[in-house]
């Protein structure tokens, strides 16, 4: 991903509710307990499960597209999530960088309660990592690729304990998980160089029947003092989803991390799904005076500067939204 180019902010406006009469407050009161009698307790998030996950995509070696290291973690991925009771389809394409170089790029696209319809959740993190460590402090170092724990890892080990839990307790509810391929490997001043694989996602996904109502994308996710506040076109295309993610970790305990501050124009997985028309967020560690995490693009993004507690933090937010609040509104 990179730091995008964005505009004046649009203007947020909040709702209001009023008092109902008797017999509407009683609608109501059944309504909710409606609700909650079709909810499913919020399952507990294993920041060991995830943190395993996260450890064995980088035991295969940096992910970059077109190499055995790739393909290997591919396989696995597949299988995982095919494991955890998810209906997968691999998406293939061939894609053409910025610099010429031919991309045999593999999209993983899981199915929750693939017979729902309507109001499906889509929830993206990339697994390929980015081909040169460009931003490393050692400038001998920036053309040889780094282990993509955080920038890359992460998201997908969250969404892998996210599916785990799926299997164990069905959130009854549409859910698709998108691992996408060939996001990383863009240059600057290039936007369309980056999430060409979500790209593709997003020009076929009507063809396919695979239209999401709206989505999440995590990435950066496990990061030491990540912090997650507002990413700007996130704010543009999803403010109510936004906020919504944003209650759910606060009942989750985790509010801390998801200050209510302006943070980049980042452009990311998300971006291709805007273009369509899809309301997307992106939970992305960003510091608004300092930055990406010192990690980005640099050799420290390894196992050894991933905080369980940051991939816990996220993790119980989601499936706080998951069970508790989407689909519930």
């Not at 395993?52 to 973690?73: D, E, I």
Request: one cysteine or more.
């Amino acid at each position: 991903m990179a730091l995008g180019l964005a505009g004046s902010l649009l203007a947020m406006v909040g709702c209001s509710s009023g008092k109902g009469t008797a017999a509407s407050d009683t609608a109501d009161t059944e309504t909710e307990q409606a609700a909650t009698a079709r909810s499913v307790a919020v399952p507990a998030f294993s920041a060991d499960s995830a943190f395993a996950y996260l450890k064995k995509q980088v035991s295969f070696g940096p992910r970059v597209p077109n190499s055995t290291a790739h393909r290997s973690a591919g396989d696995w991925l597949a299988s995982e999530l095919k494991r955890h009771g998810a209906e997968v389809h691999e998406q293939r394409a061939d894609l053409t960088a910025f610099d010429g170089t031919v991309l045999h790029a593999r999209n993983i696209f899981a199915r929750y309660n693939p017979e729902i319809t309507d109001g499906r959740l889509l929830l993206m993190a990339h697994y390929d990592t980015r081909p040169w460590a460009d931003q490393d402090p050692d400038e001998s170092r920036r053309k040889s690729p780094a282990d993509g724990a955080n920038d890359g890892g992460s998201g997908v080990a969250v969404l892998l304990e996210t599916a785990r839990n799926f299997a164990a307790s069905n959130p009854g509810k549409g859910i698709d998980i998108l691992l996408t391929d060939a996001e990383d490997y863009g240059t600057d001043n290039n936007e369309d160089s980056w999430a060409m694989g979500t790209r593709y996602f997003a020009d076929n996904m009507a063809s396919n029947g695979w239209i999401p109502s709206q989505a999440i994308l995590l990435d950066m996710v496990g990061g030491k003092n990540a912090s997650f506040p507002y990413e700007y076109f996130s704010r543009r295309s999803a403010a109510r989803l936004d906020d919504m993610f944003r209650a759910s970790a606060a009942t989750a305990g985790y509010s801390a991390l998801f200050p209510n501050v302006m943070g980049g124009a980042v452009t990311d997985d998300h971006i291709e799904l805007i273009k369509k028309g899809i309301p997307a967020i992106d939970i992305i560690d960003y510091d608004p005076q300092q930055g990406f995490n010192p990690t980005w693009h640099t050799h420290a993004d390894n196992i050894d500067n991933i905080d369980p507690a940051t991939l816990k933090a996220v993790g119980q937010s989601l499936l706080q939204f998951i069970y508790s609040d989407y689909g519930n509104q």
